[in-house]
């Protein structure tokens, strides 16, 4: 939300004579705490904010945009229903202001923050100035969002809900020309009960872009049982990719189209990143995009914070990642074991949806390219009354059926010490999940 009020800002610019800049728009907001780098950001781009809910600092919006965190008893929300305010969910003001005629839309379990950063970065290298919001803070010259003149757009399509009011997904509201589908593995338990009413979501989006470009990898293909779009994949696909080469300093690989091929090198780390790649290169020259500068762009593109983000290199390489789900995490493990000889560590923390029972199944054997798993205490989220959720010992207990290494430790400094007590040479540890680990990371690195 903060990057869409950043965008707002800054696309209502204007430079005076003296060279001073006004606003032609006054963005303001309200959240439950603020905290850097967000509040520091808001900061840096002249935004007005505060915490907690108070009618009076609300002034007269014209428009408001109303999150998730709102609840049906939050006073704010109260006062734009009594005062008719017009008013949008998140996903609802991108589909107004945000989304336009040439509309990529890149979707799917995993991988869409990084496909739909890096497309943005392609078309941007390109000249072509996209409208963009990315799910994630990009290591490139890019904001999280933008907002242009531009008859182009890429967005991230998320499957989550899209407000308290509307459980449809977010992309739902996204009008796409152009679809880019990375992966379909059943998530958000919390939103999704069965695998069936998840996987039907992502079915129906499909059949809505039959007769778009659909970039759809082979994986998503399988599951979704359709027999029609672009595909990519390591095998009988549109665009082909083989000859994977990792090491600690990141891929190279060819992709093969029509008899040609193309030799692409990347400095990002992760097997599963030659999909995401392999699908934008694909979406790119579809639209076509000159094959040299969109594998010159691939080149110097840094993916996004907390993808395989190498934070600390003492006293051994420390990583962050937001994988929350054990799907993410087998993907993410299976890059550290085959450039790391020694331990690999991996401490996990679940998001909402996979700390329900019905996640379970999908622990099994998600940890196997870990020497040592670590769950540490689980910060609390927001849940219904009737909820049934994993706690810290139930999940570590779920992941030992497959796993021989697995402790809780609810103690965050107990937690640190015992990973600088297991720590050997060529070694790795990595934090997996959504929330920010309490400060462990940069402890395990004052050695």
Known sequence: ?????????????K????????????????????????????????????????????????IVVVGNVASSTNPEWLYVQKNNIEHYSYPEIIAKFLIKKNSIV????????????????????????????????????????????????????????????????????????HLLLTAV????????????????????????????????????????????GISYGPEDDDYVYKNIQLDKTGIQFTIFHKQ????????????YMVDNITACFAMAHQIGLDDEMIIDAIARFKNIKRRLEKR???????????????????????????????TVIAVFEPNTGNRKPESIPGYDHAFDDATIVIIPRLSSVKQAEDDITLDGKQLSDVIKKTHNDVRFIEDDELLVQTIKQEIKKDSAVVFLGSHGFRGMIEAVSNY
């Open 260 to 271: 040609k091929e193309y030799v692409i090198k990347s400095p990002t780390l992760g097997t």
């Open 312 to 342: 600390f290199e003492t006293p051994c390489d420390i990583y962050d990642d937001i994988a929350h789900s054990s799907e993410k995490v087998k993907s993410i493990l299976s890059t550290l074991k085959q450039v790391y000889t020694g």
């Open 15 to 62: 430079k005076l004579p003296d060279g001073s800049l006004v606003s032609g728009y006054h963005v303001t907001g309200s959240d439950k705490g603020f905290y850097p780098p967000v509040s520091t950001n808001l900061e840096k781009n002249n935004i007005e904010f505060y915490p907690g809910w108070h009618v009076n600092n609300m002034g007269n919006p014209d």
């Open 1 to 13: 939300m903060s990057a869409l009020a950043i965008a707002f800002q800054k696309r209502g610019n």
């Open 106 to 177: 890149c979707a799917g379990t995993y991988g869409k923050s990084t496909t739909s950063a890096l497309m943005t970065w392609i078309l941007s290298e390109a000249g072509m100035d996209p409208n963009y919001m990315i799910g994630g803070i990009p290591q490139n010259d890019l904001e999280p969002a933008k907002l242009t003149d531009s008859d182009w757009s890429i967005v991230e399509g998320d499957e989550y809900k899209s407000a308290r009011w509307d459980m449809r997904p977010k992309f739902a509201h996204y009008s796409s020309s």
């Open 185 to 228: 593995k059943w998530d958000h338990a919390d939103i999704y009960p069965t695998e069936a009413l998840y996987i039907d979501t992502f079915k129906k989006l499909a059949e809505k872009n039959r007769n778009n470009l659909f970039i759809v990898s082979r994986q998503a293909k399988k599951v979704l049982d359709i027999d029609f």
